[in-house]
T-cell receptor, first 111, second 115 residues
Framework: GESVGLHLPTLSVQEGDNSIINCAYSNSASDYFIWYKQESGKGPQFIIDIRSNMDKRQGQRVTVLLNKTVKHLSLQIAATQPGDSAVYFCAEIFAGYKLSFGAGTTVTVRA | DAGITQSPRHKVTETGTPVTLRCHQTENHRYMYWYRQDPGHGLRLIHYSYGVKDTDKGEVSDGYSVSRSKTEDFLLTLESATSSQTSVYFC??????????????FGSGTRLTVV
């Protein structure tokens, strides 16, 4: 499953499939980009970050891709599991420590 | 996350009353933040602090003030609560350096209802 931009607020994906969540950011001077996961009733939880001078970074089952040319960020989740159901936010850090969030994508995993 | 706590977790207050929310962190982080989260808006920055007694406004600061007299505590005050300030409020903190090393850790949130 794949979402497009910040304006597609939901993504439904079959368990075991790969998920791709996309995000467009606005500040070309951002230093870092972060993906957060937020489960119902909880605060955002750090998933992975990427520095602005990189274009790809991998974590456990997740990969973040950064395309500075078009100001686009994506999060790929491999073999999506029911525990991956949550709201996912991209965020950018600029001026060293100012953290700004996008609107979020709600991911629902179908059994 | 055990390193950052918010209090209270839930509060109901009346329109026109002052309200103070507290954020406490034990990580000795330099930077602290207050966000509000509303449906369809994600998390919006209210105020942030880059050191003791050093604070600045975020994108939705009207009607809010903050204070940071100690590294570990960051207080958010609604000077005269309005119904539009009904929201979930999150506090966050971080040190300097890469996010993966230093945090941007969030508290569990305070659900505030203004009636």
């Amino acid at each position: 499953g794949e979402s497009v931009g910040l304006h597609l607020p939901t993504l439904s994906v079959q368990e075991g499939d790969n998920s791709i969540i996309n995000c467009a950011y606005s500040n070309s001077a951002s230093d870092y980009f972060i993906w957060y996961k937020q489960e119902s009733g909880k605060g955002p939880q750090f998933i992975i970050d990427i520095r602005s001078n990189m274009d790809k970074r991998q974590g456990q089952r997740v990969t973040v891709l950064l395309n500075k040319t078009v100001k686009h960020l994506s999060l790929q989740i491999a073999a999506t599991q029911p525990g991956d159901s949550a709201v996912y936010f991209c965020a950018e850090i600029f001026a060293g420590y100012k953290l700004s969030f996008g609107a979020g994508t709600t991911v629902t995993v179908r059994a | 996350d055990a390193g950052i706590t918010q209090s209270p977790r839930h509060k109901v207050t009346e329109t026109g009353t002052p309200v103070t929310l507290r954020c406490h962190q034990t990580e000795n982080h330099r930077y602290m933040y207050w966000y509000r989260q509303d449906p369809g808006h994600g998390l919006r920055l209210i105020h942030y602090s880059y050191g003791v007694k050093d604070t600045d406004k975020g994108e939705v600061s009207d009607g809010y003030s903050v204070s940071r007299s100690k590294t570990e505590d960051f207080l958010l005050t609604l000077e005269s609560a309005t119904s539009s300030q009904t929201s979930v409020y999150f506090c966050a903190s971080t040190g300097t350096g890469a996010p993966r090393d230093y945090g941007y850790t969030f508290g569990s949130g305070t659900r505030l209802t203004v009636v």
